[in-house]
């Protein structure tokens, strides 16, 4: 068996950039060659491989090989750099303890130029203070998803929005969601940001990556509990920007016993 680390990708493009962000850090720490293996992506599926969008070096296994390296919680869990060599990591592995924060910025920075319209919203992102709201509604209003993951309501955003704009009054608000039409009434005074396509398995990806692009620009955030707005917070928060607003929600999970402490940076703000 050759000395390698495999992580297993599932999950949208947020999910899929964790894994890949652990899986670059923690091989670099434990000098084994990365290689990853496909979950339930691609046609068939309802999501698509989404990381083509970003400056990463992939190489495949099929994980048939090695032990499983499940992970037990979300939690920081500093036994991965003690897993047997050859391991197939599966998990989620949301929390920036893992990260080797150059190598991640780096490489999970977009491969190619946006197109025109992310262009015209990116000008008007940077001509003054502004803050990106992300919404996530759609496969969150499912019976399933809402017993575990919960959906913000509009409460936690205008107290978002108040907390940002009492320290930034001039602040302007970006709206990225995956209901579009639903957040133009919503929030009718802000800019929507609906001009980019969402993904699928059999259609495969789309133009969501410039939606991080875009969040990533913007002076503030306030995220929705989901991993594609975690990323689009985090991107633009590198140490130059520091300090800012980063609104996120206290509760992570709609069920409770799922300690997700080391999910959320502890420099950014949660609210209930």
């Known amino acids: 068996m050759r000395v390698k680390m495999i992580v297993r990708l599932f999950g949208g493009m947020g999910n ?7 899986g670059r850090s923690v091989s670099s720490v434990k000098k084994e060659p990365l290689f ?32 499983e390296y499940v992970e037990r919680h979300f939690r920081y869990d500093p036994q991965v750099y003690n897993a047997a060599p050859g391991s197939v990591f ?21 491969r ?7 262009q015209r919203v990116a000008a008007k992102i940077l001509s003054g203070p502004s803050a990106f709201v ?25 107290a978002a929005m108040s907390y940002v704009r009492e320290r930034e009054p001039k602040v302007k608000f970006f709206i990225f969601s995956d209901d579009p039409e639903w957040c133009r009434s919503a929030f009718p005074l802000d800019t929507v940001v609906g001009h980019n ?9 789309a133009t969501e990556h410039e939606d991080l692009y875009l969040m990533s620009l913007c002076n503030h955030a306030i995220i929705a509990n989901s ?31 799922r300690d997700s402490r080391d999910i959320v940076p502890e420099r950014w703000i949660q609210q209930s």
């Open 197 to 205: 396509g969402l993904g699928s398995g059999d259609s495969g990806p």
């Open 134 to 158: 992300h919404v996530r509604r759609t496969d969150y209003l499912t019976p399933q998803a809402l017993a575990h993951h919960g959906s913000m309501g509009m409460d936690y955003y205008n």
């Open 90 to 110: 599966r998990g989620c592995w949301q929390t920036e303890k893992y990260f080797d924060e150059c190598i991640v910025r780096k490489e999970l920075s977009l």
């Open 16 to 22: 899929q950039m964790f894994q890949y962000a652990f």
């Open 36 to 67: 990853f293996m496909l979950g339930k992506l691609g046609p068939g599926f309802r999501r698509a491989y989404s990381l083509d969008a970003f400056n990463v070096s992939v190489n495949w296994d099929d994980g048939m090989e090695g032990p």
């Open 227 to 257: 991993s594609f707005g975690w990323w689009g917070a985090w991107l633009g928060d590198d140490v130059t920007r520091r300090p800012r607003i980063v609104v996120s929600p206290e509760q992570w999970f709609a069920r409770g016993g």
């Open 112 to 118: 190619n130029p946006v197109g025109a319209e992310s």
